[in-house]
């Protein structure tokens, strides 16, 4: 069946620290891959996605590749910020209108 | 930009109670959802719907029904609430298709506690 797995946290990191969340995913064929950022007391909302093999989604620096080879598509940004404090979800979307989120990774970026 | 709107940000209700959430979307999207939030599990599917007055089972649809009269409009319904149901509630919608539409768009949540 199709599911997400992703390091689990938490983490902290000091401001300006390099960031690599990593997901792994199980599914057949080709699914649509996403990662969601939900900040205290909000709801998720879409940080980036790719659609494709070798696709790199991007957003406010943070950057993500999706790896068919390794069914990889880790976070990555090269400098944190303190409001990026938040939990991050990666989730994947195959046939059908259902997606499948991991269970999300909390970030603490210290100043 | 779309706009995915719940009733509540904060409710609290006593066992036994029936409780609705509501959710509503602006984007004519054809998909809602329904999950729950807990620590450590992540986000877990209850119910979705992909047209009016279709639903379908989840993960975790026990204790949980739900309504869709309107393509904006899904409901959820706590029948009898019980403390083990105490939860952040999350709903979304999305397009039916891929490429470009097929991104999922969340609410703000409903931190529901149930006494």
């Known amino acids: 069946g199709n599911s997400v797995t992703q390091m689990e946290g938490p983490v902290t990191l000091s401001e300006e620290a390099f960031l690599t969340i990593n997901c792994t995913y199980t599914?057949?064929?080709?699914?649509?891959l996403f990662w969601y950022v939900q900040y205290p007391g909000e709801g998720l909302q879409l940080l980036l996605k790719a659609t494709k093999a070798d696709d790199k989604g991007s957003n406010k620096g943070f950057e993500a590749t999706y790896r068919k080879e390794t069914t990889s598509f880790h976070l990555e940004k090269g400098s944190v910020q303190v409001s990026d404090s938040a939990v991050y979800f990666c989730?994947?979307?195959?046939?059908?209108?259902?997606?499948?989120f991991g269970t999300g990774t909390s970030l603490t970026v210290i100043p | 930009d779309v706009k995915v709107t719940q009733s509540s940000r904060y409710l609290v209700k006593r066992t036994g109670e029936k409780v609705f959430l509501e959710c509503v979307q602006d984007?004519?999207?054809?998909?809602m959802f329904w999950y729950r939030q807990d620590p450590g599990l992540g986000l877990r599917l209850i119910y979705f719907?992909?047209?009016?007055?279709?639903?379908e089972k989840g993960d975790i649809p026990e204790g949980y029904s739900v309504s869709r009269e309107k393509k904006e409009r899904f409901s959820l319904i706590l029948e009898s609430a019980s403390t083990n149901q105490t939860s952040m509630y999350l709903c979304a919608s999305s397009h039916t298709g891929t490429g470009d539409t097929d991104t999922q768009y969340f609410g703000p949540g409903t931190r529901l506690t149930v006494l």
């Open positions: 599914a057949t064929g080709y699914p649509s």
């Open positions: 719907s992909y047209d009016v007055k279709m639903k």
């Open positions: 984007m004519d999207h054809e998909n």
């Open positions: 989730a994947l979307r195959h046939t059908g209108n259902q997606f499948y």
